[in-house]
């Protein structure tokens, strides 16, 4: 597979991106725009700042503000310097910007740092899409969207035979068929191939625990995505909403009265937050994270949760906590589950950012080394991009430091999270950082504790 | 005509219009941007959650300053905000004459004013006599009482000016290390906001000498760069005082505790 380019540099694309970024700015954006006072209070929130301060979230989205103020506002255009408005003028500032903007996890501790409520993850969001429009995205992440918009997916071996393996052994579990593509299925479970990849024993918990209750559900017989929508990690909003789309048509079909999600990261809160305004209509289902489900259950009195002692800590994803505002349900299940259930340091509202979010745990060498392997396929990518993972790998260990250190200190066996993109960025930092743990999906601590009452 | 008759009887309604006009201008770009669309359904949280939720909202950041940059917290919130701009600019008894002169009914903050000089109600502590008098105060006869000794137009001048000195600094420092974050125009508002305090603690003092003539002028003075603040300020970082702060904030609230039930 042929690698992006990030050599060469376009003016006409880039005035073009950059136009383009300005059509996506609504009242909320432009409040994160005009209303910084650059006081930087957000930047030692910011996961990256450990890296440097150039990646503090004040400085990172200012270059959406440089960008915007160079297209829209009358005197920033006659006089740029003192305004600081312009575009990237050559490859090198290209560059540049994309290794500011590929050090954001969009986890949203600026936001709710912030003393004005400016959430500069969603800044630079906006920032990457214009990046991508120019050419400056990761090879690897550019071929997942690209797959996930064509469904090209489907077609690599690699990719399916592993989807069908997780599904035998969730067959195996419940000794029995899987209810697939049913029409009429109350609850339609949601599984993407990524977490066949990195999380499939959360498939098969999942399929156990929707089993256990007696539930009358489905899910799909194909992966409906690689991690839908894959291109909002590349701000590219149009490929985005093309899969969510195609996905809501196909729930639609079944017509659930509940999606049910094992994956709370970027997947939940896009169903659970943004989809009326993806497809332009309310959804005539309810998107619910397993933690709600369970949890609703056990507290109406149809389930319950046989407690053991095992030594497990909770890590909250972003999206899932402090985006989703599941931040003590999670904790709740687990000290059901377990007498020896600890929170971390951070719990809460403010809690500690993985490091690898938003993309960046997913393009890093190791996980590009382990899809090649997986499908059989090399990415070539260009020396300047080689670069740009090597130098973001590295980082991203700096960045995810702190919450290994906390999860350290918890003295936890166990590491119960819920994102894939969280656990795959625990798993990975915690070898490097000399931290012998185990790190899953919540519900693979549930799936053996929980009964129908 | 000297600076001083300018400041307070021919430029005003300029300033007003100024204001008046960028304020519009900002707040109508938000309306025509926005579009309806259909929206999720909040998750269902009591209404003391939301409560709770936005006084924390508020809170929050304060919170969080004190914790990660104690440094920024004291001298970026308490002396620039708390303890400095907020009350000298709003509370100054000066400054409260000034403005009910122009708005009659700011006169009812009257008895809240802080004086200018913390002499008297530093005799009310360090006086071994009181003072004669037949009325019921010592020194001091402002509802602050001897918290004077601290709450006046002579301390919190120079916290203020402390407090943006060392924005300035910080800001220095960052150009220093290549962050672009920093514009030429915080240091312009930064100046700016400055020299008013500066001149305004120097009208204050008859400085740099008590003739009339350099009075009214460093009075005027003041007052005009105050003025030009007042108009400038839809177009700089001093909106945020108006809009972007409680905007953000109530913004912030409604997205992360009501629409998506963050309970913290």
């Known amino acids: 597979m042929n690698g992006v380019n990030w050599e060469t540099y376009d003016e006409a694309l880039v005035k073009e991106a950059a136009k383009s970024v300005v059509g996506h700015i609504d009242p909320v954006m432009m409040h994160y725009i005009e209303n910084c006072v650059s006081c930087a209070a957000c930047e030692t929130a910011c996961p990256y700042y450990a890296v440097g301060e150039e990646y503090g979230p004040v400085n990172k989205a200012e270059n959406l503000r440089k960008l915007v103020r160079s297209e829209v506002a009358i005197l920033p255009r006659i006089f740029p310097w003192l305004f600081h408005s312009h575009v990237p003028k050559d490859a090198e500032e290209l560059n540049k910007w994309a290794e500011m903007a590929y050090r954001c996890t969009n986890c949203g501790l600026c936001y709710v740092t912030c003393p004005f409520g400016i959430h500069s993850g969603e800044m630079i969001k906006l920032v990457r899409g214009f990046l991508t429009k120019t050419g400056r995205v990761p090879t690897v992440l550019k071929a997942m969207i690209d797959m996930e918009v064509s469904g090209t997916y489907s077609g690599i071996k690699g990719f399916m035979d592993l989807w069908q393996s997780v599904l035998k052994e969730a067959e195996k579990a419940i000794g029995k068929e899987l209810p697939l593509d049913k029409k009429g299925a109350e609850y339609v479970y949601l599984p993407s191939l990524a977490e066949a990849m990195i999380t499939p024993e959360a498939i098969v918990s999942s399929i156990k625990i929707l089993d256990k209750l007696g539930l009358n559900w489905t899910m799909p017989s194909d992966p409906m995505s690689i991690r839908a929508p894959v291109g909002a990690l590349a701000g590219d909003g149009e490929a985005a909403a093309a899969v969510v789309k195609r996905i809501y048509n196909y729930l639609k079909e079944i017509g659930p009265r509940y999606v049910v999600m094992s994956d709370g990261g970027y997947p939940y809160t896009t169903y659970r937050f943004d989809l009326p305004r993806i497809v332009g209509e309310k959804p005539p289902f309810k998107v619910v994270h397993f933690v709600e489900l369970i949890l609703e259950l056990v507290e109406a009195g149809k389930a319950k949760i046989i407690q053991g002692d095992e030594e497990v800590t909770w890590h909250s994803p972003c999206k899932m906590g402090r985006f989703a505002g599941l931040i003590e349900e999670p904790a709740k299940l687990l000290s059901m589950a377990s007498k020896n259930f600890r929170k971390l340091e951070s719990h809460g509202l403010f809690s500690r950012c993985c490091g690898g979010g938003n993309s960046i745990a997913c393009i890093v060498l190791p996980t590009m080394q382990f899809l090649g392997k997986l499908t059989g396929t090399t990415m070539q990518v260009s020396d300047e991009e080689m670069n740009f993972l090597k130098k973001l790998e590295h980082d991203m260990y700096i960045a995810s430091k702190g919450k290994i250190d906390e999860i350290r200190k918890s003295k936890a066996k166990i590491v119960a999270s819920a994102c894939v993109g969280c656990i795959h960025t625990i798993r990975l930092s915690s070898r490097v950082h000399g931290l012998d743990v185990s790190v899953v999906n919540i519900v693979e601590v549930l799936a053996d504790k929980i009964e129908k009452a | ?264």
């Not at chain 2, 309806?36 to 809170?59: C, D, H």
């Not at chain 2, 006046?152 to 203020?160: E, K, P």
């Open chain 2, 1 to 264: 005509m000297d600076i001083l008759d300018f400041a307070v009887y021919v430029a005003p309604p300029y300033v007003v219009a100024a204001f008046a006009f960028g304020a519009t201008y900002r707040l109508l770009k938000y309306i025509f941007l926005w579009k309806r669309g259909p929206g999720p359904e909040p998750r269902k949280r009591g209404a003391g959650s939301l409560v709770k939720g936005l006084i924390m909202t508020f809170l929050n950041p304060i919170i969080e300053s004190i914790r990660r940059k104690p440094h920024d917290f004291i001298t970026g919130l308490v002396m620039l905000h708390i303890l400095g701009v907020i009350p000298l600019i709003f509370l100054l008894d000066q400054h409260i004459a000034a403005f009910a002169y122009w708005f009659p009914p700011y006169a009812l903050l009257a008895p809240l004013a802080i004086p200018l000089s913390f002499t008297t109600s530093a005799l009310t502590v360090a006086a071994p006599f009181k003072p004669v008098s037949e009325m019921q105060w010592g020194f001091v006869n402002t509802i602050w009482g001897p918290l004077t000794v601290f709450l006046n137009g002579d301390v919190l001048a120079v916290l203020a000016m402390l407090g943006v000195a060392y924005k300035i600094g910080d800001k220095i420092v960052r150009r220093a290390h290549g962050l672009t974050h920093v514009r030429i125009g915080d240091f312009f508002d930064l100046g700016l906001l400055f020299t008013i305090l500066l001149f305004g603690f120097m009208a204050a003092h008859h400085l740099p000498s008590g003739d009339i003539v350099t009075y009214r002028t460093v009075l005027g003075i003041h007052i005009v760069l105050a003025e030009l603040l007042v108009a400038l300020l839809p177009f700089t970082k001093f909106w945020h005082f108006v809009f972007g702060f409680w905007y953000g904030k109530l913004h912030e609230w409604y997205d992360l505790k009501y629409k998506r039930g963050v309970a913290e």
